[in-house]
């Protein structure tokens, strides 16, 4: 099994990867820590994935000596990263995993659940769930489990 993690917080990666390789055996699990890393993973027709694994929220860029903020933190790169794998035709079985439980601020403030509502709407083909993620808790091992079980039979 191949897993892509799309993850920018390196505790938070490092934790679902050992968890995941704990859980799957002889899983092989790629990263991407951007938008731009994770388009360019998933446009690669070279390497297929069984599962994606997407934080909702991260910066456009990598971090590096040109940009050492990694550019602007976007709010919903999650869901532009499903759209731009509906739109290219490399639909993956899709788990969003985040931290937070709403994204944007004020008026435009979304929910996760309503997200994940939007999401089995536009995405019912390859989207799968979300799992809320939290790294003084375990509940997140059981649900991620229970989703990834969905693919591995």
């Not at 976007?74 to 794998?85: K, P, S």
């Not at 939007?118 to 991620?144: C, I």
Request: aromatic share 8%; glycine share 8%.
């Amino acid at each position: 099994m191949k897993i892509l993690l799309i993850e920018d917080d390196a505790d938070k990666s490092a934790e679902i990867r050992a968890f995941v390789m704990e859980l799957v055996q002889g899983v092989d699990v790629d990263e991407a820590r951007s938008f731009n890393s994770a388009l360019k993973a998933i446009c690669n027709r070279s390497v297929t994935y069984d599962a994606v694994l997407l934080d909702m929220s991260m910066p456009n860029f990598d971090v590096g000596a040109d940009e050492p903020s990694g550019g602007a933190q976007e709010n919903f790169a999650g869901r532009d990263l499903l759209m731009q794998m509906k739109m290219r035709q490399r639909t993956m079985p899709t788990i969003i995993v985040t931290m937070f439980d709403g994204f944007g601020e004020g008026q435009s403030r979304v929910s996760i659940e309503d997200i994940a509502s939007e999401m089995k709407r536009t995405f019912p083909n390859f989207y799968l769930g979300h799992v809320y993620y939290s790294q003084t808790e375990d509940a997140w091992k059981g649900r991620l489990t229970e989703l990834l079980k969905g693919i591995l039979n």
